[in-house]
């Protein structure tokens, strides 16, 4: 990806014209453009016996210290990690890139990282968008990246299973490619899916978006392989089982702070024959939200559902191509059906019988398509307004049914309140179950003389009234280092302890991400 900015340089624009007005007259622009890569500051290489010990481990050439190379392995892609960079600061940089590219060289690394009292910083896909890749570096002879790149085969497909065993570093869309040539997919698309890789589906517990079809990334992991400073963990012989407590749960979600991933096993779907995609609109959220929760209770959920509220609506419905008409008013909704025909027409006639009958009206095919064709596209618009002196960043959580309103109300007043009433604050549900959804909240503002505090302070605002309304700090984007105050709030003094008991077991030099995850 970019250095400083999201995904492919080739997609990087300036906001189209009309874009540009708008935002403009509702916030005010300025050019603030990025320092050349060239002048990021990054920290010292690692020191030559160091490097010397990796190579003798990996190769020589699967060790690397040039400027670029460490530039594109520092930190993730939040809004923050993005500010400091365009602004020359890259001092969280590793002092060296390692690609191991079997087990057990990834155990070599790693008991070396213990011996030598380096910090080792497991990388995927670099899209943490929760400080998951800035290790702290105090206390520690070096910081190194453990690349995964290497890790990027299908090593196994269990056809009568339906179980598929992939490599970590595999990224979402060659994952899928590899599947396919079996006739398969796993189906997780979140919107990281160009980048982001198997590995870090699994130790963030992705959420994509057709997770009301296929499941979130953790219900789909059967089976693991870990390497950690203690020796190997082999997770996952069943479907199902009673023998304790489930330890590949200690692994997923754990950011690689107890040990580094080197094989998922992962269920997979047949590849779907048919997919289609319709746009619904509402009078208001609470009348769409109410109609995906008796989806969600009456198991009728489609594919890929999701509902934009008034404001993100009126934004999406402001292009000149949108389908329904700016002055439409409501609120969008996304219906996406997948599978064989039979399996399609079936619950799509379902579905939309029981969304017409609590007041949705069906717009058709050609807004659906629009939003599946552009889906990956949203990180995008926000680089081309940071460029333009707009601060843009985004926050999810999730809670039970019962709370949804007073949660969505409570979180837009403390962003509004800690942004100023000029700020625009769009929202949407995108992961629903039976007993309660997600909402995922997307902010605009006027960038301050200092963008990442002002950031920062919202954030902090807004993370106080999600564990304040009884939410959950995260639903998909893990903790990192970001949610952490948050995170020993919500599971308690004795969740903290078991966290740190079991970090302190597995890794108690504690070389492996420090800083992240653990309170």
């Not at 949108?322 to 996406?336: K, Y």
């Not at 007993?435 to 003389?449: E, I, K, N």
């Amino acid at each position: 990806m970019h250095w400083s900015r999201w995904g492919d340089p080739a997609e990087a624009g300036p906001l189209p014209e009309s874009a540009f007005a708008l935002v403009d007259a509702f916030l005010g622009t300025s050019e603030t453009p990025a320092v050349a890569p060239e002048d990021v500051r990054l920290s010292d290489p690692l020191a030559d016996e160091l490097v010397a010990e990796l190579a003798e481990i990996v190769g020589s050439e699967h060790v690397l210290l040039d400027h670029e190379t460490r530039l594109h392995r520092t930190r993730g892609k939040s809004t923050p990690d993005l500010l400091k960079l365009r602004h020359g600061d890259g001092l969280d940089s590793p002092d060296a890139v390692v690609r191991p590219g079997t087990h057990d060289e990834v155990a070599a690394v790693i008991a070396w990282g213990v011996r030598r009292n380096v910090a080792l910083v497991p990388f995927g896909g670099g899209t943490s968008v929760v400080g998951g890749l800035a290790a702290r570096r105090e206390g520690y002879a070096g910081v190194v990246s453990l690349d995964l790149i290497r890790f990027d085969r299908l090593l196994e497909v269990d056809h009568e299973s339906m179980t598929a065993l992939l490599e970590p570093g595999l990224r979402g869309p060659q994952a899928e490619a590899l599947l396919a040539a079996e006739g398969l997919t796993l189906g997780h698309f979140p919107q990281s899916f160009e980048y982001a890789t198997i590995g870090g589906f699994a130790v963030t517990r992705s959420s994509g978006q057709s997770s009301a079809g296929y499941g979130r990334f953790d219900a789909l992991v059967v089976g693991l392989r870990v390497a950690t400073p203690q020796g190997t963990l082999e997770l996952g012989t069943a479907p199902a089982n009673a023998a304790g407590p489930d330890l590949r749960e200690l692994v997923m979600g754990s950011e690689g702070a107890f040990g580094v991933v080197t094989a998922v096993r992962v269920r997979v779907r047949r590849l779907p024959d048919v997919k289609v995609y319709e746009a619904w609109r509402f009078g208001s959220f609470a009348e769409g939200a109410t109609a995906m929760r008796t989806l969600a209770q009456a198991g009728l959920l489609p594919t890929v559902i999701r509902l934009s509220d008034e404001a993100e609506t009126a934004i999406n419905l402001a292009r000149p191509d949108a389908v329904g008409g700016e002055s439409s008013g409501g609120c969008l909704m996304i219906a996406g059906y997948e599978g064989t025909a039979e399996t399609v027409a079936a619950r799509r006639t379902a579905c939309t019988g029981l969304l017409a009958d609590l007041g949705g009206t069906n717009l058709g095919e050609e807004a659906g398509q629009a939003w599946a064709e552009g889906r990956f596209h949203g990180p995008y618009l926000r680089d081309s307004l940071l460029d333009v002196g707009v601060l843009v960043e985004t926050l999810e959580t999730a809670m039970f049914w019962s709370r949804l309103e007073e949660v969505y109300a409570a979180v837009k007043q403390a962003l509004t309140g800690a942004l100023g009433e000029s700020a625009i604050v769009l929202c949407h549900i995108s992961h629903v179950y039976e007993t309660g959804a997600s909402l995922y909240f997307t902010v605009a503002a006027r960038q301050a003389d200092d963008p990442v505090a002002q950031w920062l302070t919202a954030k902090a605002a807004a993370c106080d009234a999600i564990v304040a309304h009884g939410a959950s700090i995260t639903h998909h984007h893990a903790v990192g280092q970001d949610h952490k105050p948050w995170l020993a709030q919500e599971i308690g003094p004795v969740g903290v302890m078991i966290l740190r008991a079991v970090k302190d077991r597995l890794d108690p030099t504690g070389i492996l991400n420090p800083g992240v995850l653990i309170p």
